[in-house]
């Protein structure tokens, strides 16, 4: 019974994994085709700022309304409808294209983000109820799936745009979402332990122990969301480097996040998540040091890929398990909503930010902007508490 109950929870994380790779792909396929898409739609940086801006927004406002829903209706049922509708809007981009309209672009987005959002506080919730023990390592090789997958999107989004217009590479990656869905729900059942009122996102605002987190949280939201979106561009626009080999420095970096991933999750475990913390925000500050500092023979661009990729990756499962510890059972998918709203909704006025730098100081201004933000994360991580898994 021990073996098929293990083969079950292997096929879950597995599912699981791909999900969440899906779920951070469809925001990776324009990174490396933004200058495409830009001269297609006729726009400039700041205004794919503000678009990127205002459908990551989305993304973090929605995942104060996901988990919750999943403490309601379970989180097998708001996966699959996460994936379902999710992918179904990948298809609006080639209208998009077609009326090269930034309007419809926005749309896309803004649909495609909105159903996304259901997916983290939803799939954390699950994990930190059914994974007693190794919760962060769970969440640690949850994150591995994810970034498995995601490694390879930005090389075969720049495949797929560039031989069959980039509007197809949206809908490539939108296809396997409704795949996916397909099977979801036959592979998962409801999460035990509802018994009592569900928590809302007022309550999950009450718990003082998280209110340093939460800032720690919004600080990482502003560099991280930056980086995601302009590094390719910066590297064609700043370091001459052409697209393709932008977007193969991009993979290379996701690639190097892969055991960040199972690092930060098997280290929490060990020894705190405070530490990794700590430790993983220097890297990170180390990382975009680099790359502003030494130009020379692309050196500060392998510091950067191989500093960031570890550092940033390694944080997310020692945080999602911290974040756990510090939440009521009946309350943490609210608090889970709470915290990807605040590094995903509110951390994404950073890329409308970025690109108003971008445009009139330049991409080096730019990047400084993102590196303060990464300073302020390594000083709170300090003041953070540090609780371990009861």
Known sequence: MSELQDSKKNIQIALLGAAHSL?????????????????????????MGAVATIASMLYGVGALVGGPLGDRIGENRTITLCLMFSGLSTFIMLAASAAQS?????????????WASLYHPTANSLISKTFKGKVAETMGLHGVGGTLGVVLTPSIAWFLGVNFGWSWAFIVFGVLCILLALIFLKNFNKVQNREGKSGTIMEALKIRELWTLLIFNIAIGFFMKGVELFFPTYLEENRGINSMWASIAYTILLAVG??????????????GSKRVLMATSLGVCISLLSLLLLPAYNVGIIIFIVFYGISFYAHQPALNALTGFLSPQNQRGAVYGVFFFTSFGIGSLSQVMAGYMADAYGFDAAFYMLTAFALMALILSFKIPETKEK
């Open 23 to 47: 779920n951070h792909s469809l925001f990776v396929i324009a990174p490396p085709l933004l200058t495409l898409i830009m001269s297609d739609l006729g726009v400039s940086k700041s205004v």
């Open 102 to 114: 930034i309007y419809v672009y926005a749309i896309a987005l803004i649909l495609m983000a909105s």
């Open 258 to 271: 892969v055991p960040g991933q199972w690092i930060g999750g098997k280290a929490a475990d060990k020894v």
